[in-house]
């Protein structure tokens, strides 16, 4: 158990909607990170928060967005979505923002079924 | 730029033999590098990473690797296959930069062992 918790576990839905994933990093961990999942594109980057600010973006849609709140969690949230969003979503959290040395701690994933 | 090689899709050994899963890297960095493994239907447990120390490092389970500047490598090796080792492995690099710490995944090595 990394201490990373993520809910829903598996969340099914149709195009056109929208859903919120949510995490919980570790307790004292300043960073959270989300990363996509999917057979095409492996495991892909899409954001870090450190302490409530974005801190880096990767190859996140316009169509998603994220934050994270005073108590640190943090909230995924992806609109309009399309079959091809069909994927796993990771959490991880880590200490700090800024150092290369830090791993990273991951959730256990939230399952994404787009109909 | 970043980024990382894992020269085999999918490897298979024998259980009790030696398990190689090869990593090459590209960093403009002096870089973190970090082995993880996933088990099917679970997330990213980290196995060990690499930060400049010692350039042969050890991890949990008996595996180790070792970082080798001039041949941008960072081989995952363990002596002995056991059945519990079947999963996929991700072999990371970790970006240095001021706005935070992005990880930049392989594309995963589908470790078989079989009895």
């Known amino acids: 158990d990394s201490g990373v918790t993520q809910t829903p576990k598996h969340l099914i839905t149709a195009t056109g909607q929208r859903v919120t994933l949510r995490c919980s990093p570790r307790?004292?961990?300043?960073?959270v990170y989300w990363y996509q999942q999917s057979l095409d594109q492996g495991l892909q980057f899409l954001i870090q928060?450190?302490?409530?600010?974005?801190?880096a973006k990767g190859n996140i849609l316009e169509r998603f967005s994220a934050q994270q709140f005073p108590d640190l969690h943090s909230e995924l949230n992806l609109s309009s979505l399309e079959l091809g969003d069909s994927a796993l979503y990771f959490c991880?959290?880590?200490?700090?923002?800024?150092?290369?040395?830090?791993?990273?701690?991951f959730g256990p994933g939230t399952r994404l079924t787009v109909l | 730029a970043q980024s990382v090689t894992q020269l085999d899709s999918h490897v298979s050994v024998s259980e009790g033999t030696p398990v190689l899963l090869r990593c090459n890297y590209s960093?403009?960095?002096?870089?973190?590098l970090f082995w993880y493994v996933q088990h099917p239907n679970k997330g990213l447990q980290l196995l060990l990473k690499?930060?400049?120390?010692?350039?042969l490092v050890k991890g949990i389970n008996g595996f180790e690797a070792e970082f080798k500047k001039s041949e941008t490598s960072f081989h995952l090796t363990k002596p002995s296959a056991h059945m519990s080792d079947a999963a996929e492995y991700f072999c990371?690099?970790?970006?240095?930069?001021?706005?935070?710490?992005?990880?930049?995944f392989g594309t995963g090595t589908s470790l078989t062992v079989i009895p």
């Open positions: 928060y450190y302490n409530g600010e974005e801190r």
């Open positions: 690499y930060t400049s120390a010692a350039t």
């Open positions: 307790s004292g961990d300043l960073s």
């Open positions: 990371v690099v970790s970006d240095q930069a001021d706005t935070g710490n992005q990880f930049y």
């Open positions: 960093s403009s960095y002096s870089p973190s």
């Open positions: 991880a959290s880590s200490e700090r923002g800024g150092s290369s040395y830090n791993e990273q701690f």
